[in-house]
């Protein structure tokens, strides 16, 4: 049996950053963040902590450059910084670090949860932002799940939610649609599933399902 010891004593530390706003850091982000001496993130939640750090920013690419990035991250010496939106374990940058001390943030999904006071212990959260998993949506919500979907960003939302109805999901479930959590812009839609379709909404989405 392998014993597994935490990461404490590693260079490279990946953090939560939440949603894209100030107002749900962390007391730790803020204190690895000012100690650092490189902090690596996407352009939006490097551009909301430059000022209270005098670290090397380095943005992380979204594009094709995106795995050579991740790699190129783990040579970097130093104090080292990830900084994953959300948190790094749904559907972040955690699971490119084996070997790296990883602490949680407050992710979309969560905030989702908390403002359609939906208990994540009985639910699903899925990602079909590859492309794939789609199938399993149906499998949750057939074995009693609440399902938080994370979708897929190059496809719009009608397209997004016509690909889970292809499945065979009942059109007239009770759904929501929550945009741009955290955000000035934020939104949130509730419906049926198969009614959400005529909304277009654009921006940071999760699609909720109830059973």
Do not use: W
């Not at 670290?55 to 991250?73: G, M, P, T």
């Not at 949860?113 to 994540?120: F, M, R, T, V």
């Not at 009942?170 to 509730?190: H, S, T, Y």
Request: charged share 20%; glycine share 8%; aromatic share 8%.
């Amino acid at each position: 049996m392998d014993i597994l010891k935490t990461a404490k004593n590693s260079y490279i530390k990946i953090l939560g950053a939440g949603p894209g706003n100030i107002d749900y850091f962390t007391f730790k982000l803020i204190k690895e963040v000012k100690s650092a001496d490189i902090i690596v993130g996407d352009k939006r939640i490097l551009e909301l902590i430059k000022f209270i750090t005098d670290a090397q920013l380095i943005y992380l690419r979204s594009d094709k450059n995106f795995y050579n990035d991740i790699e190129n991250i783990k040579n970097l010496s130093g104090n080292v910084v990830v900084l994953s939106t959300g948190d790094p374990m749904i559907a972040g940058l955690g699971k490119f670090f084996d070997n790296s001390e990883i602490n949680p943030g407050i992710s979309s999904v969560q905030l989702c949860a908390s403002i359609l006071h939906k208990p994540l212990n009985e639910s699903a959260i899925i990602s079909v932002r590859y492309g794939n998993n789609y199938d399993k949506i149906l499998a949750a919500i057939n074995s009693g799940f609440r399902v938080f979907i994370l979708p897929n960003p190059y496809l719009d939302l009608k397209e997004n939610i016509r690909k889970i109805l292809l499945l065979g999901l009942d059109p007239n479930k009770n759904a929501a649609i929550c945009n741009n959590l955290g955000l000035p812009n934020e939104v949130i839609v509730k419906g049926k599933i198969g009614e959400l379709m005529q909304h277009d909404i654009n921006g940071l989405n999760i699609i909720f399902i109830e059973p």
